[in-house]
């Protein structure tokens, strides 16, 4: 259930309620972190206008762009203002009812589309007073920065007043943008619902249905381990005393162990139920569905599989391959960008929480055959679990 067939009419006070439980800074609750992100954002509204002027090819998912950041926008007004003791549906109800002095007023009644009841007309490209209002908030937000610096802020007043001034703004960029607040709140509701649920429940396996001949395993056991052939090592895997799969070295001038990545495909496998690789591997194509077989399992999404696993290798270096990283704290632009890579495929619709945790499970397996150099992988599909464990020698 996407965001908006649950939300079906959007207050602003539901939209802060679903937001405030993922507000991740709950140990530090000062103002800085979110001024921070709403300047970070507003930037980012700016970045996303500035590549539309300059390059149309290089921004033809402009709107959806600019209705992510301005949903972002949102995010960190609500939390300002509830850190400082506000009420954002206060803020947002004072423009509404055109208040002369400030009524520190919840309206929990109040919907984005009563802020906005007239029709959003579509542009093709932004219109001139859009970069003004652009640069108006900019300076808004900047503004706001000075003012929690001076503290100026420990009087609410000020700090509504300052909200006041950028939600009026905010609400003026989406409508220029051709967009409304409330698309842009439901975009953020499900961005966030799909980074940080309340409840992880994980869909049914996508070959189910299929014919047993044709389904990735549910439970498999692999031994990996590194050998030296020729004075080179290489890593050879086994399952049920066969070899499976090709030899590996890391294909790279400068070694990475980049040989022991197939346990990123085993945990694509044991999380998502998902890897063409593996299918590859395992001759578990499905080939009674000749569409299914050519697409879903053949060479292009091999490819887009191995893609994410050797970019997501190149992000994950420079992080120690995720040692420190808990759930949560995988970056978002990461996941994010995995989900581009699959556009279009079966995993398409998979929440960024379950990447997160194929990647995290996946990286914890691969540091385990770094300092072994081998190891048993268990998938275990029943459990979503990718385990490890020594491997004698």
């Not at 006070?13 to 972190?33: I, M």
């Not at 301005?70 to 009812?97: E, F, K, M, Q």
């Not at 692999?222 to 030296?228: A, R, S, T």
């Not at 998938?379 to 385990?387: H, P």
Request: aromatic residues 10%.
């Amino acid at each position: 259930m996407d965001a908006a067939q649950k939300y079906p009419t959007l207050t602003v006070s539901t939209y802060v309620e679903q937001a405030a439980k993922t507000d991740r800074g709950v140990e530090n609750q000062s103002l800085a972190f979110p001024l921070l992100g709403l300047f970070g954002e507003t930037g980012s509204l700016l970045s996303a206008l500035k590549k539309k002027q300059r390059d149309h090819a290089s921004s033809v998912a402009y709107s959806e762009e600019v209705a992510e950041e301005l949903g972002d926008v949102l995010w960190y007004l609500a939390t300002i203002a509830r850190r400082g003791g506000l009420h954002l549906s206060a803020v947002a109800g004072h423009l509404y009812r055109s208040d002369e002095t400030w009524l520190d007023k919840p309206d929990d009644d109040l919907t984005f589309e009563a802020l906005q009841p007239h029709q959003i007309i579509r542009a093709a490209a932004p219109i001139p007073q859009f970069e003004e209002t652009l640069l108006a908030l900019a300076a808004e937000v900047g503004a706001a920065v000075s003012d929690h610096q001076s503290g100026a802020f420990s009087d609410k007043h000020a700090l509504a007043k300052r909200l006041l001034g950028i939600f009026t703004l905010v609400l003026r960029a989406s409508r220029e943008a051709g967009l409304t607040l409330e698309g842009a709140a439901l975009k953020n509701l499900h961005k966030i619902s799909g980074r940080w649920p309340e409840q992880r429940i994980y869909p049914p396996h996508s070959d189910d249905t299929r014919d047993p001949d044709e389904r990735l395993p549910r439970l498999m056991v692999i031994d990996v381990f590194e050998k030296p052939v020729g004075g080179r090592p290489f890593v050879f895997q086994r399952c049920n005393d066969l070899f499976i799969g090709d030899r590996l070295t890391d294909n790279s001038h400068e070694p990475d162990d980049y040989r022991f990545h197939d346990v990123f495909h085993y945990a694509f496998v044991a999380v998502l139920g998902w890897s063409p690789v593996v299918r590859s591997l395992l001759r578990l194509k499905r080939k009674s569905d000749s569409k299914l077989d050519e697409t879903e399992d053949g060479a292009r999404a091999i490819l887009i599989e191995e893609g994410i696993s050797t970019w997501v290798f190149g992000q994950a270096r420079p992080l120690d391959y995720f040692r420190d990283t808990k759930r949560g704290q995988v970056p978002i632009d990461l996941l994010k960008q995995i989900h581009q890579f699959v556009e279009g495929y079966e995993p398409r619709d998979y929440p960024l929480w379950m990447w997160e945790e194929a990647l995290l499970q996946g990286y914890a397996a691969f540091r385990f055959l770094q300092e072994h150099r081998r190891g048993r992988v268990t998938i275990d599909f029943a459990n979503r679990q990718l385990r490890i464990e020594p491997l004698a020698q």
